[in-house]
């Protein structure tokens, strides 16, 4: 087992051969000092995704481990209901899924993805709790978006630096027309511009930086040349090689760089009645930059950050201005 500890205490304990690492040693329900939290930091960004076991903490707790990592956002560009007192908690809760939006489904993008890209400035990162989780499958996985980039020929590398794709919510979607699910995206939507390519902000590594969840389409070529450079690129970032799989147990912590990463929700559960209840907070994130120096490039709505979304809050209106006074 590679197993490294670092000068504050905590062990970092290798996964898979280019993603992941358990962090042991650490009680993030305690106060924790500058060096652990430095200390996960450097892990986060050499491993992209790191896994805390058997952790005792609840929602202020995790806002609280969340905010030492940077500004914790709103729970979710479309999440209405918020939970009462935590408006920056999203439950990834299974049966709410089916009572909201009549689908039954494990997440709000069932597909390999990086979360919210559809944002102009995507989560810099997710952490994710589970608290009420079956014994048996619902497992996560992860891809390393650098290690996918580097596993390109140079020259397919060198055209894909120079590319930039749409990403929006229900992209290449199987979200059914007209549910609750597709409206909720139709009254709020959340179009970007992203390099294909992104060069991430503190190690200053190329990141194939495209997911199935969000990427419409790559722009200034052909929809036919798009198809293809998609496929090509998907493929490359969903390769088992890049990825980890890790199997939940209630009070497991993961936690990813989302400017590195995608990942994909359970796809063994969708036929079975079981409860599968987790919770997310996201760090806001900057707004990607790729190899020639190009910015994403805002298309519809707004800055993914602390705030209640515009489209929320009117519609919070409408409602408030219908009640009798
Ligand atoms: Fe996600």
């Known amino acids: 087992m590679s197993t490294v500890t670092t000068d504050s205490g905590i062990t970092v304990t290798q996964l898979a051969g280019h993603i992941g690492a358990e962090i042991g040693n650490v009680d993030l329900a305690g106060p924790?000092?500058?060096?652990?939290?430095?200390?996960?930091?450097?892990a986060l960004l050499k491993w992209k995704v790191v896994f805390f076991r058997n952790q005792q903490i609840d929602h202020a707790q995790q806002v609280a481990f969340t905010s030492r990592f940077g500004e914790v956002t709103y729970a979710h560009p479309h999440e209405d209901e918020p939970i009462e007192g935590h408006p920056q908690i999203l439950p990834i809760d299974r049966s709410r899924y089916e009572r909201r939006n009549g689908l039954r489904r494990s997440s709000y993008e069932s597909r390999w993805h990086t979360d919210v890209t559809a944002a102009v400035n995507p989560p810099a990162g997710s952490i994710l709790r589970a608290v009420d989780v079956p014994s048996f499958g619902g497992d996560t996985q992860w891809a390393n978006l650098v290690a996918a980039y580097e596993g390109l020929s140079a020259p397919l590398r060198a055209l894909a630096d120079t590319l930039k794709a749409e990403h929006r919510f229900a992209a290449n979607t199987r979200i059914p027309a007209g549910s609750k699910l597709a409206k909720r995206f139709a009254d709020n939507p959340l179009v970007a511009v992203h390099p294909v390519v992104r060069v991430h902000p503190e190690t200053g590594e190329r990141a194939l930086f495209v997911n199935p969840g969000f990427t419409s389409h790559i722009v200034d070529v052909s929809p036919a040349e798009s198809e293809k450079l998609l496929e090509l690129f998907f493929e490359q970032v969903t390769k088992p090689a890049y990825t980890v799989?890790?199997?939940?147990?209630?009070?497991?912590?993961?936690?990813?760089?989302?400017?590195?990463?995608?990942?994909?929700?359970?796809?063994?559960?969708?036929?079975?009645?079981?409860?599968?209840?987790?919770?997310?907070?996201?760090?806001?994130?900057?707004?990607?930059?790729?190899?020639?120096?190009?910015?994403?490039?805002?298309?519809?709505?707004?800055?993914?950050?602390?705030?209640?979304p515009t489209a929320l809050q009117q519609a919070r209106q409408v409602v408030a201005d219908a009640q009798p006074a």
């Open 245 to 308: 799989r890790f199997h939940w147990n209630n009070g497991d912590i993961a936690f990813w760089d989302n400017r590195a990463t995608a990942h994909l929700a359970p796809q063994d559960l969708d036929h079975i009645e079981v409860e599968r209840v987790l919770y997310r907070t996201t760090i806001t994130g900057d707004v990607p930059v790729g190899v020639d120096g190009f910015r994403s490039q805002l298309i519809e709505g707004e800055f993914f950050g602390n705030a209640v």
């Open 32 to 42: 924790l000092s500058d060096a652990v939290i430095n200390d996960i930091r450097q």
